[in-house]
């Protein structure tokens, strides 16, 4: 696979600490593992007992349990711990980012401790994704585990915790509802660079396109004054996906002003926006929204920057509340920002 395949210049850094002198190593742990994915855990004893729909949380309770004091020194932090350079660290999102040096695909965690991250991390998803997951970070990083880094913030079992992973086009978290006020845990990035850099204008093989095919859909059922309200020239930043201040109205075309069936149909391309999330979650994004005014309260834009191809199929699209912002940038290639709360006051740092 050629470079341009795994290096963007907009979202790519080497994972710390992955220098020539360490490859070796984590290949040799990789090469097992990319043929065991999905585990027999090894941790079977401990996961037997934990119902499924608290299985993720509690299974992080079981990998602290299991963490040794050296390790625990490196990969956890107290609940608010702050960097130097980062700020929170906890709530930070970024389209390619490490939370920490350590590789889960490295010697410095066992073969049990890399079989729970696993199953920790199958548990946030939904089942029927696991395998566009892994697709993706075979596309993007080698297969799982060999770019991806994880974190746990205050103590599992004794108050509030989170677990993050973290990497090339990830950030996921696991929280058990310890993050008051927000969906996800917290602000979460996903995205896909399925054939390299730049793809083409219909996305072949990146698994999170056909989300903009179902945008793009309710688009065409627009009449031309509400294509004309919902069309924007230029797209937002990368990383805005702050709330806005002093209810100050985003662009695009109010929800408001769509008809029954229009309505309806951006119901169904919500669903298909939280479809690859675990049920608790997409029921907290559904709870957020109904405490910040639903779908009226919302406004939806698409981008002629950014449109792949000139071919009015529009790659980049918004979905925007008062606390509501998953904002979809297909070009060059996919990036989703994702920041869900149920109040607008909620801020984080970006």
Known sequence: MSSNERTCPDCSSPAPGLVRRDFLKVASVAVGAAS??????????????????????????????????????????SWDHVDPKRGLLRTRVENNWHINDLVINSEFFTDEQRDLIRKIFEGIVQPDWIAKF????????????????????????????????????????????SAEHV???????????ARGFNEAADHPGNVFWPQALAANHLYGML????????????TPREQ??????????????????????????????LAKLVEPYRQGDRDEVVSCL?????????????????????????????????????YYRGAPHVHVWVNVADDPSVAYNA
């Open 36 to 77: 065991a994915w999905p585990l027999v855990s090894r941790a079977a004893d401990d996961a037997a007992a934990v119902s499924a729909p608290s299985a993720p949380e509690s299974l992080v309770k079981v990998l602290y349990d299991k963490l040794t004091p050296g390790q625990r020194e490196k990969v956890c932090y």
């Open 134 to 177: 892994d697709q993706q970070l075979e596309d993007d990083a080698g297969g799982f585990g060999n770019d991806q880094n994880i974190a746990i913030f205050g103590t599992p079992g004794e108050g509030k915790f989170q677990f993050v992973m973290t990497g090339r086009h990830m950030t996921v978290r696991c929280d058990g509802n």
């Open 183 to 193: 969906a996800f845990g917290g602000p979460i990035f996903y995205g896909h660079a």
């Open 223 to 234: 009449d031309g004054r509400q294509q004309k309200l919902a069309l924007v020239e230029k």
């Open 240 to 269: 805005a996906n702050a709330f806005r201040k002093g209810g100050e109205a985003a662009p695009g075309i109010s929800v408001s002003e769509l008809s029954t069936d229009q309505k309806d149909e951006l119901q169904k391309v």
């Open 290 to 326: 109904k405490a910040q005014g639903g779908l009226d309260r919302c406004a939806l834009a698409f981008y002629k920057e950014g449109d792949v191809g000139n071919d009015g199929r529009w790659d980049c699209w918004r979905l925007e509340g008062p606390a509501f912002v998953w």
